[in-house]
């Protein structure tokens, strides 16, 4: 049986599409399959497709409670990198501590630090055998 190369796939949740898109693209470049979701639906429908994405990265929005419990409800294992505005940081941090997210980073990100968090997280590169 002939080894098959698997693509990890990141889901990104964003409010606003503009900055999704440029990391979508870089996401991309490093080997990634990027899936965008917007709303609590299309998280939901998303975490039960086949393949199932493999990390969640959440920007703090009005939503992020809500889109946590569903990952929590549907997905619990999925690692969760919640990004949030200067502003935003201390809330990024008790979203963390209180929902077990993997990791909070601010923004704009830095994506050498992005692309590092990835790699821990989802155990190396974004292709594996």
Do not use: C
Request: hydrophobic share 50%; glycine share 4%.
């Amino acid at each position: 049986m002939e080894n098959q190369i698997v693509t990890k796939q990141v889901m990104l949740i964003f409010d606003e599409f503009s900055f999704s898109d440029s990391l979508l693209v870089l996401l991309a470049a490093e080997g990634y399959q990027v899936i965008l979701a917007r709303n609590e639906e299309q998280v939901y429908d998303e975490l039960l497709s086949d393949p199932k994405p493999d990390l969640v990265l959440l920007e703090v929005q009005l939503n992020t409670i809500k889109i946590l419990q569903i990952i929590q409800s549907v997905q619990p294992r999925i690692p969760v990198i919640v990004m949030a505005e200067p502003s935003l940081l201390n809330l990024a941090l008790e979203i963390k501590e209180e929902f077990g997210a993997w990791e909070a980073v601010v923004k704009p990100l830095d994506f050498t630090v992005l692309r590092e968090l990835l790699q821990h997280a989802l155990g190396g590169s974004p292709k594996a055998a």
